[in-house]
């Protein structure tokens, strides 16, 4: 079958490939960032720990040849990032929103300065398991090459949404979410449970960079992540700090992000980067229809700053 | 400089009880502004001398080249000061909205409209008189910018919509906006490699100050910043605006416009951040390309922290990290050092300083404690 035949069934196609490959990012984030939130912090600095999770994995695994190992090294990073906002915002007087505007600026420097050598030389990917090899339809084969990292991601959010509601731990989050006092009185230090709940949402926003640089788009250079982080923490506001719902937001956008190259591969490309801007434009549209000034969000943990 | 800043203020702090025990208690906090952003300052540059060490660079030589990039020679003042100008006002651009208490982080894409705009206006007034051709690219530059942060501004009082959030949002679309112009409806055909508007005309440049390569933006910056200065704590809008910040409820039981006031105040800020996307047109650029979005907007976040908000406070800091940026060419050339290498700093400075807040009114010397 030729390539042209399928004509303009390319755009919906590469949009459901998008869905697929481009949200991981997004749903790694806000995973990660949905626990950070219902322990009552923001981490507005995810943008930056992306980036490096991206140069981290990369280098790592240029450097071993097990792009598994860069993974790994990008969730550290990531957790180790997590750690630093949470020691900051534990000093009293210390506003959480500042301290990530910025690591975001932290991070992304750092992961430029550092990642300066990766620009050039390629390092092995994450292999893809080929879930079209029943089709003919070489994009059909495309938009299903799907990545391990989407699977474990997808399979990650319910067990959140389980855990929230049934384990200690994510009980514990959530009181220290909704109210410290409760948590300290229950003996528990809520500077801690901040502190670990950073960290797992830094594990799994350094996870989400490393599969932008390594399986899509695949390498590391400077323009690697633009704005994926802070969209990310976006939508965990509209998918209202329920894991499930970022699922389903995640994958709106990945489908939203793939528009513009989609449009472009049947050739609409006329307000290229227009439509490259679609997943900020419908982040900022969700947020103007589903927040309202006249009551807190549903679902909002009582402690965050950002929803007062 | 920045340790000599911390030094000299140190030794204000303990020569002056000996002369007058009153000293501390009336000035003491004063001293703190001066002392805290400075130590952190302090602070930042060894733990960057330290990170350049470990990639094997002599954190002394380091320094040395910081100093002369920054404050060193003529030239180099000078290329600080020009960048020291779009950095005034797109710190004025988060530090007004401060006031009120919110969070605004978008100043780069309001540079980028404002610059969009003003460029549209010398091109549509092209053949006219130069001072009016300048005038409109003033008002229209700070116009664009000015409604552009009132977006992130009426977002957040009519629709709860986050500040924070919705104005780095608005830098991404105003990122694409501007690249859509810029290779389709606005593109001059002659540019090839780097798509851009077509060039505003020579006879239409704001120049430099005469006696120096600096521009005129300088002055723009400076005359910001103090009218910002006396607007927020010389006039009664200002002081409406600084109870709203300091408690909203209290601010309308006495029956303050809040809406107007969160109205304006972004306004004004995304004005400023326009007018330095202007100024970036008129004085530097020439025309509008993807060049333009250097950072400045997100540099001017930390200027505005690191004043600690103050509009007056905003000049110097911006001056210092005029430095810091002016010294990355020459710490790429004679070090080696990549050019993020400046980004890091900027970031570590930005965690230091916000760490540092923990200890206002903690050092008991300066509370006359002791």
């Known amino acids: 079958m030729a390539d042209g035949s399928i004509g303009l069934w390319t755009v919906p196609l590469a949009v459901l490939g998008g869905a697929i490959r481009v949200s991981t990012p997004f749903l790694f984030v806000s995973l990660g960032e949905c626990i950070t939130e219902r322990s009552g912090r923001i981490n507005l600095g995810l943008e930056g720990t992306l980036v490096m999770g991206a140069m981290s994995a990369y280098g790592i695994s240029y450097l071993t040849g097990s792009p598994w190992l860069g993974v790994f090294a990008a969730g550290v990073t990531g957790a180790l990032l997590g750690a630093l906002h949470a020691g900051i915002c534990s000093l009293p007087r210390v506003n959480d929103v500042a301290v990530g505007i910025a690591l975001m600026l932290f991070?992304?420097?750092?992961?430029?300065?550092?990642?300066?050598?990766?620009?050039?030389?390629?390092?092995?990917?994450?292999?893809?398991?080929?879930?079209?090899?029943?089709?003919?339809?070489p994009q059909v084969r495309a938009a299903l090459r799907v990545n391990v990292?989407?699977?474990?991601?997808?399979?990650?959010?319910?067990?959140?949404?389980?855990?929230?509601?049934?384990?200690?731990?994510?009980?514990?989050?959530?009181?220290?979410?909704?109210?410290?006092?409760?948590?300290?009185?229950?003996?528990?230090?809520?500077?801690?449970?901040?502190?670990?709940?950073?960290?797992?949402?830094?594990?799994?926003?350094?996870?989400g960079g490393s599969f932008l640089s390594l399986f899509y788009p695949g390498s590391w250079n400077e323009g690697l992540s633009s704005g994926q982080g802070i969209t990310a923490v976006a939508l965990v506001i509209f998918a209202r700090w329920d894991p499930l719902l970022c699922l389903w937001a995640s994958l709106a956008f990945g489908g939203a992000a793939a528009l513009g190259p989609a449009l472009q591969s049947v050739g609409v490309t006329?307000?290229?980067?227009?439509?490259?801007?679609?997943?900020?434009?419908?982040?900022?549209?969700?947020m103007i229809i589903t927040c309202s000034p006249k009551r807190t969000l549903t679902g909002a943990p009582a402690e965050l700053s950002i929803t007062r | 400089m920045t340790s000599e800043a911390a030094e000299s203020a140190e030794e204000v702090g303990a020569v002056a009880p000996a002369a007058d025990p009153g000293f501390l208690q009336r000035h003491g906090g004063t001293i703190e502004y001066v002392l805290i952003p400075g130590a952190a300052l302090a602070?930042?540059?060894?733990?960057?001398?330290?990170?350049?060490?470990?990639?094997?660079?002599?954190?002394?030589?380091?320094?040395?080249?910081?100093?002369?990039?920054?404050?060193?020679?003529?030239?180099?003042?000078?290329?600080?000061?020009?960048?020291?100008?779009?950095?005034?006002?797109?710190?004025?651009?988060?530090?007004?909205?401060?006031?009120l208490g919110m969070v605004i982080i978008g100043g780069e894409g309001a540079l980028?409209?404002?610059?969009?705009?003003?460029?549209?206006?010398?091109?549509?007034?092209?053949?006219?008189?130069?001072?009016?051709?300048?005038?409109?690219?003033?008002?229209?530059?700070?116009?664009?910018?000015?409604l552009w942060i009132t977006l992130a501004g009426a977002l957040r009082q009519y629709r709860?919509?986050?500040?924070?959030?919705?104005?780095?949002?608005?830098?991404?679309?105003?990122?694409?906006?501007?690249?859509?112009?810029?290779?389709?409806?606005?593109?001059?055909?002659?540019?090839?490699n780097k798509p851009s508007t077509r060039e505003i005309g020579a006879a239409n440049m704001i120049g430099s100050i005469p006696g120096t390569d600096v521009h005129w933006g300088?002055?723009?910056?400076?005359?910001?910043?103090?009218?910002?200065?006396?607007?927020?704590?010389?006039?009664v809008f200002g002081f409406a605006a600084r109870v709203a910040g300091g408690n909203i409820r209290a601010a309308k039981i006495v029956g303050l416009g809040v809406s107007k006031l969160i109205l304006t105040i972004c306004f004004l800020a995304g004005g400023a951040a326009g007018l330095a996307g202007m100024v970036e047109v008129a004085a530097v650029q020439g025309r509008t390309n993807a060049n333009l979005?250097?950072?400045?907007?997100?540099?001017?976040?930390?200027?505005?922290?690191?004043?600690?908000?103050?509009?007056?406070?905003?000049?110097?800091?911006?001056?210092?990290?005029?430095?810091?940026?002016?010294?990355?060419?020459?710490?790429?050339?004679?070090?080696?050092?990549?050019?993020?290498?400046?980004?890091?700093?900027?970031?570590?400075?930005?965690?230091f300083v916000l760490a540092s807040d923990a200890l206002y009114g903690r050092i008991g010397f300066l509370r006359g404690k002791s």
Request: include cysteine.
């Open chain 1, 107 to 137: 991070g992304t420097g750092l992961a430029f300065y550092l990642g300066k050598p990766l620009i050039e030389p390629t390092a092995p990917r994450l292999p893809a398991i080929d879930f079209g090899w029943w089709s003919d339809i």
């Open chain 1, 149 to 207: 990292l989407f699977l474990i991601g997808v399979a990650l959010a319910p067990i959140l949404y389980w855990a929230f509601r049934t384990t200690r731990w994510g009980l514990l989050i959530r009181t220290a979410g909704e109210s410290s006092d409760a948590a300290r009185a229950m003996g528990h230090s809520v500077l801690l449970i901040r502190l670990r709940a950073t960290m797992v949402g830094g594990f799994l926003a350094g996870i």
């Open chain 1, 270 to 286: 006329s307000g290229y980067h227009l439509f490259n801007a679609a997943p900020y434009i419908l982040t900022l549209a969700i």
């Open chain 2, 43 to 99: 602070g930042a540059l060894v733990v960057f001398g330290i990170f350049v060490m470990l990639s094997g660079k002599n954190p002394l030589d380091l320094y040395f080249y910081m100093y002369y990039g920054a404050f060193g020679t003529w030239f180099s003042w000078q290329n600080t000061l020009t960048r020291a100008a779009p950095l005034i006002l797109t710190a004025l651009c988060t530090a007004l909205p401060a006031q």
């Open chain 2, 112 to 146: 980028l409209i404002g610059a969009l705009s003003a460029t549209g206006a010398a091109l549509a007034l092209q053949g006219m008189p130069p001072l009016l051709v300048q005038i409109a690219m003033v008002i229209t530059g700070v116009i664009g910018g000015g």
């Open chain 2, 160 to 192: 709860g919509v986050n500040e924070t959030i919705s104005s780095l949002l608005l830098v991404y679309i105003a990122l694409a906006i501007l690249n859509h112009l810029v290779e389709g409806m606005m593109r001059d055909p002659a540019s090839l």
């Open chain 2, 218 to 235: 300088l002055v723009f910056g400076l005359i910001a910043a103090i009218a910002a200065y006396i607007l927020i704590y010389h006039t």
């Open chain 2, 293 to 351: 979005a250097a950072g400045y907007g997100f540099t001017g976040i930390l200027v505005a922290f690191l004043a600690r908000q103050n509009p007056l406070a905003i000049i110097p800091v911006a001056i210092l990290l005029g430095g810091i940026s002016a010294s990355g060419g020459l710490l790429q050339r004679r070090l080696g050092l990549p050019d993020a290498s400046v980004l890091v700093l900027q970031g570590i400075i930005f965690v």
